[in-house]
């Protein structure tokens, strides 16, 4: 079915508004059926219907547009049957925005010691009590229009970051015919499939897969199998070399990335849509994203410094809280540190996302993005002190 076929029958729209003169970068806006959402974007992850630590209202608050949650954790736990009852994930959660879901491609690659793959799908044994289960690109597809999300992926096969051409080539071929397969079981008009780019780090593979990919006419692509034991080098020249086989007119989703950096980077190379749990993660364990770096909590050094996380940052936490009072929270393991953590790092990304989508706006996003990675031979105080941290981090560790 050809994109614009897709189109007359799905409530997904996808428009670029505007393009940078000087790279690949776009803004954008992506219609669904709970609503628009900007791009490009950055998805907080909320792998079992919570973006851990946060509520809903939270959520809105730091300024997220649209989550991602996974098909296969929900499957497992509490299962389709209960949120399909409970009126779809959207009411089950108490989210009224868009929701993309994940297939369970990755958790098929992550668990690799209890599953196994063939032509028909993937068996395997769940992670939480053993039983016996099976995936097909069919049942995938089914399985996220019970959940009446947004936006479903199609079933993929993941291989390592340092697997051979021969295993990604396989890989690759099967993740193209179960997309095919994918389409044809879709039955929502409310829901848009997307499908996933493979093949490893081998640039004829990439290019082969998306450009079967795109001949099925899905109304958006993601790009799967990076930052998973390639190296970052590695991952940025599979990535620049995949985007440009996928279509002008459908969001590019390059999955599972990423830092600061790379959000800046790859949005200069073309892509829309982004997720990570590493703003998440971090949080839980006392690393704070700023302009400047990463903040490690925890650190002595704060026991008694009154300024918040970042200077300027209007997120609740920086608003009303001191470094002290959140490293007495997190040495002292109160879960208030996991939240107010939580919160600003989920801020701090959205409010880059807004800051490049402004600049974007402006025709102004090259400088934006040098001045991001490059900062300025004249070091502001706050790198400075950034660098007066790590100093004493590597003095530390000598």
């Known amino acids: 079915m050809p994109v614009a076929a897709y189109r007359l029958s799905c409530m997904f729209h996808f428009t670029v508004t505007h393009r940078d003169s000087q790279t690949q970068a776009r803004l954008g806006q992506m219609t669904t059926a709970h609503g628009t959402v900007a791009t490009p974007a950055f998805m907080p992850v909320a792998t079992q219907g919570t973006v851990k630590a946060t509520t809903p209202h939270e959520l809105r608050e730091v300024g997220a547009e649209i989550i991602l949650a996974n098909a296969y954790h929900l499957y497992l736990r509490p299962g389709v049957d209960l949120i399909e009852q409970a009126g779809g994930l959207h009411r089950f959660m108490g989210w009224d925005g868009p929701i993309l879901t994940d297939s369970g491609g990755y958790q098929v690659f992550s668990l690799q010691d209890l599953c196994r793959v063939s032509e028909e799908g993937v068996r395997f044994r769940s992670h939480l009590d053993g039983s016996s289960h099976s995936l097909t690109p069919e049942s995938v597809v089914h399985t996220q229009e019970r959940l009446g999300v947004d936006i479903a992926m199609v079933l993929d096969e993941c291989v390592p970051g ?68 390639e190296g970052a080098e590695l991952t940025g020249q599979i990535a620049a070399h995949t985007v440009q ?102 801020y701090f990304y959205q409010s880059l996302m807004r800051s490049i989508r ?7 996003f090259a400088t934006f993005a040098q001045s991001f990675l490059e900062p300025s031979s004249d070091t502001p105080p706050v790198v400075a002190e950034r660098q007066r941290e790590e100093g004493l981090s590597a003095q530390g560790a000598n």
């Open 162 to 229: 340092l697997a051979n051409e021969t295993e990604a080539a396989r890989a690759q071929a099967l993740t193209t015919r179960w997309a095919a397969r994918a389409l044809t079981a879709k039955s929502r008009h409310d829901q848009a499939l997307f499908a996933i780019v493979q093949g490893g780090v081998f640039p004829e593979l990439r290019e082969q897969s998306a450009r079967a990919l795109v001949d099925l006419g899905f109304p958006g692509y993601a790009v799967g199998g990076l930052s998973v034991g």
């Open 358 to 364: 402004e600049a974007l706006a402006s025709n102004r």
């Open 245 to 346: 086989f996928l279509p002008d007119a459908c969001p590019r989703y390059l999955m599972g990335v990423g830092t600061p950096e790379q959000l800046v980077r790859y949005v200069a190379l073309g892509f829309d849509m982004f997720d990570c749990v590493m703003p998440t993660r971090n949080a839980r364990n006392g690393t704070l994203f700023t302009r400047a770096g990463k903040l490690n909590i925890r650190r002595a050094a704060y026991a008694t410094d009154p300024r918040p996380v970042e200077e300027g940052c209007a997120c609740y936490t920086c608003r009303h809280f001191s470094r002290a009072y959140l490293r007495h929270l997190a040495v002292a393991g109160e879960i208030l540190s996991a939240r107010l953590n939580t919160l600003h790092n989920l």
